[in-house]
């Protein structure tokens, strides 16, 4: 099915043009996030924050001093991000009421080309979670729960007697910036990917999630999770609008020592015609027994196109893999244990009214401020980091750690330029589904294609390439070699455009349908005929 | 129908099996002892709160216990994927602060520049003074 996107004016042309206005499309995303509002995407709307800055952007265009492509358009931010001025809560207790004085660089970059913060988004608590449902503000609701694809495809099983009782999940972390995006109620969006936490709402909710390199985007500002995995994510609803965030993110941050120093210049994404020259590679351990039967056909028919169309598919091998999910859950509680030590209510965030004593106190405070998923999670790092295990769990797992990211590199340096997995073992789950595992469980489960991605510091990209039987966006992970991410979204463009996926359609849950198929007009960033 | 299935045949589905997750997971070796507890409790600042919590954590061990089957052999352990490069140190100068007012805005208890902290040096009590696991 052809998607709607190919024949309309980017936005950011729109603005140039002066065919819209930055404060006029501030507006219209603010109702319709107000729209919205049931999904739970957004935790804070910095409405006035956003007004200002379009009417700001609004004096640059008319003296003709535009920032940017970015200028004037609306974004969103996971509220796992500091922002100066706007509360930033990570969806814990811990951080509610919490107002940063500092902006994370990327946020800081985003601000400086002219963007608009509409507001923070909601994810899983401290990022920990693969459904963003286990937040202190609520899940997050998919919107294609309430898309005509979805809504059609069910009318034809019976209702339980709530109608909205079997919305579905997001996927996590950054499932509120995926909605967003989705929903249509910004253009771009940050998440922060750990273990696939921005690819994995990406292909559940039908756009696409980048993760950058390890060390090509500053992590100052974004409230740690594992220091030697975390990156900021970029969600968008094209390749070509993830290729024009990154160009202004990418680069050394002196606040950020693991940024490398090599120099980093915003680029245009060039259109690839050819792939006949390409080396993708499918990792066989991939081909899991869980894996549903569409997004095994999916990914088959993706790698016959990249065929067909000349370029070489190969299989691969990637030995290690049935161990990364474990060396990953050993690693990630590890450095959890040391990132969360810091939340003591002394200094900042949630404070308990104990004061017998420092630990007392420290030790209430974490009890009022983590959710148990927290809490599990700082317990067995704590436990894979004592003296006696050490060794045996924690150093263990960096050995693993090491296999892994070898498999990689062996992989790439036998001329392979991509490899192509699927991004998620199904689509999008019922929320009533989802919550009968717990949070491990389903991280576990839900992680697997995209973990170990992290654990090389990699770069990735979930593409949405078709439509379940159910009418669900299914994605699909391309991986790139390190620091080679422009190569790699140069691949991705072609291959969103080879599938041309279809533009969700929200008219029926809108009172009034022309907000959202105007602002399906102006449904991405860049130029397009 | 399923021309990658047929590709990769059947030994690498055999092989992904026994790395998965599955429901059978055996419940732990019964590691997580009440001295255990009382440890990782002092050390974290964190109780586990129920015998759920003592639960899942068993269950984590299990699944971390996996780990073993990996030969590791020769293997240095890997901290950092840019281990390979030399990080970037600023010079030792000041370049920005003077903000405490901003800093101090965010915490309970203040008193002038202070933050104010309860008295240190005082333990937990120990497992057995305390209350026995009440579910939060």
Redesign the interface.
Known sequence: MKGGRGRHCGVSAALKQGQITPTELCQKCLSLIKKTKFLNAYITVSEEVALKQAEESEKRYKKGRSLGDLDGIPIAVKDNFSTSGIETTCASNMLKGYVPPYNATVVQKLLDQGAVLMGKTNLDEFAMGSGSTDGAFGPVKNPWSYSKQYREKRKQKPHGENEDSDWLITGGSSGGSAAAVAAFTCFAALGSDTGGSTRNPAAHCGVVGFKPSYGLVSRHGLIPLVNSMDVPGILTRCVDDAAIVLGMLAGHDPKDSTTIQDPVKPFTLPTLTDVSELCIGIPKEYLAPELSCEVRSFWSKAANLFESEGAKVIEVSLPHTSYSIVCYHVLCTSEVASNMARFDGLEYGHRCDINVSTEAMYAATRREGFNDVVRGRILAGNFFLLKENYENYFIKAQKVRRLIANDFVKVFNSGVDVLLTPTTLQEAAPYLEFIKEDNRTRSAQDDIFTQAVNMAGLPAVSVPVALSNQGLPIGLQFIGRAFCDQQLLKIAKWFEKQVQFPVIQLQELMNDGSSVSEIEKLASVSLKH | M????T???LR??L???????SKADPQGSGR?TAE?IE???R???????SQE?VA??E???A??D?????D?DG????????ED?C????SDSVVEGN?AE??L?????VVEEY?V????????PKQDEQEPFSD?
């Open positions: 399923w021309p990658l299935a590709r990769l045949g690498s589905w092989g992904w099996r026994r790395g998965f997750t997580v255990v440890h990782l409790e050390l974290a600042l964190v109780d586990f709160g919590a899942r954590l269950k984590a061990i699944f971390a996996r780990l073993r089957a990996v590791t293997v240095e352990p890997m901290e950092s994927v840019l490069r990080l970037y140190l600023r903000c901003e800093l805005q965010n915490a309970h208890q933050f902290a309860p008295p240190g040096n005082i333990s937990l939060n």
